[in-house]
C-alpha cells in the first residue's frame, strides 16, 4: 500500500496511483482528524471524494502516531490524551472515537486503536499493553456500524514468543474480517522481526488478510510475503525519492552521486513506468535532484511506487505458479550483486 498519511501519496495524484497499479492506497487517521478535520473529509464525499482516489483506502487509527509521541500523550484504560504535533492543543483518543473517525473518513478498511510499545520496552510493559489492546479492540468492534467497511484487529507482544501467542489469541477470538501484526518495525533487528513474523502470521485465519504495518524495502517485502503476509505498507519508497535515490532491479541508487552526472541511460532498463519509458536519463534526474527541483521528486516517486508495485505483482504469479522460492532467489541475487548487504535465508522461504 502506498502511504498517503495526509490524503496524498505525496507528488503523485489518483491518475498516477492507478497508472502504477497501486490496489489500495493508505492514509492516517490521526493527521486526517486533526487536519482538515473529519467534518471536511466527510462533506467532500469521504476520503475518496477528497482525495480523488476512487480505489480501496485503508486508514490507520492513528495509534502510532500516539505512542510514538510519548512525550505529547497521556496513557489511561479508557483511552490516550494527546498534542497536535500541528498546534500543540489537546486531544483525546479512545477506541469509540477512533473508530467513529474511520467511519466518517469513508475508510474501507479501519484499524482498531493499538498501542505500539517500542522494542526496548519491558516485558511487563508488553504484556500489560497487548492486554489493553485486546480490550480496546473489542470496544472498537462494539462500537464499529458500518457493514460496509472491514475493521482489522491488530497483534501485539513485542519480541516476546508467549506474549505474542497470548495476543494472537485474544485478538483472532473477536473474530475479525482481517488481521494486522503490529509492533514490529520499531528498533528490532530484522532477524528478531522475521522471528516473531514467522511465528505470528503463519497461526492467523487463513481465509483473512494479513497486513504486516511498516515494510518496504524489496528485499524486506520479499521476506514478510515469504513468511504469510499479504499487505504491507511503509514510506520508504516515497522517501527515498524525496532524497534523490531510487529504487531499481540492480540495486538501489544515489543520484546525487557525481557518477550519474553524465549517465543518458533511465533509471532502470527493464521498467515500464512513464519515468523510465518517458525519455528521463539519469542524468537528467540527477540534475534536477541535485537543484531540488519539484519535478525530480515526482519523478523518482513515480519510479519507486511503481517499482515496488511491479515487484509485488511478480510475487503474487510467481506463487500462484509454485516458483516463490526460486523467484525470491533469483531476484535476490540480482539485487544483491549491486547492493551486496541484503540476503534472504532459505529459513524464510
Known sequence: MPVGTKGTVKGLTAGDLRSVG???VLGNAYHLYLRPGTDVVREAGGIHGFTGWDGPML???????VFSLAHRRKLSEMGVE?????????????????????????????????ECPPANASREYHADSLRRTARWAKRCKEAHVREDQALFGIVQGGLHEDLRRESLERTVELDFPGYAVGGLSVGESREEMIRMLSLVAPELPAD?????????????????IAVGVDMFDCVLPTRLARHGSALTGKGRINLKNASYRRDLEPLDSEC???TCTGGYSRAYLSHLVRENELLAHRLVTLHNVHFVSELCRQARAAILEGLYGE??????????GRTGDERLSDAAL
Open 59 to 65: 486508514t490507520d487509527s492513528g495509534g502510532y502516531q
Open 327 to 336: 523467484f525470491v532467489r533469483a531476484w535476490i541475487a540480482r539485487y544483491a
Open 272 to 274: 515500464s513506468c512513464d
Open 22 to 24: 497501486a490496489g489500495i
Open 208 to 224: 483473512r488478510p494479513r497486513y504486516f504495518m511498516g515494510i518496504g524495502d524489496p528485499v524486506g517485502i520479499l521476506q514478510v
Open 82 to 114: 494527546f498534542s497536535s504535533v500541528y498546534d500543540g492543543s489537546s486531544h483525546y483518543f479512545t477506541p469509540e472515537l477512533t473508530t467513529r473517525v474511520q467511519d466518517e473518513l469513508g475508510a474501507d478498511i479501519a484499524m482498531v486503536l493499538d
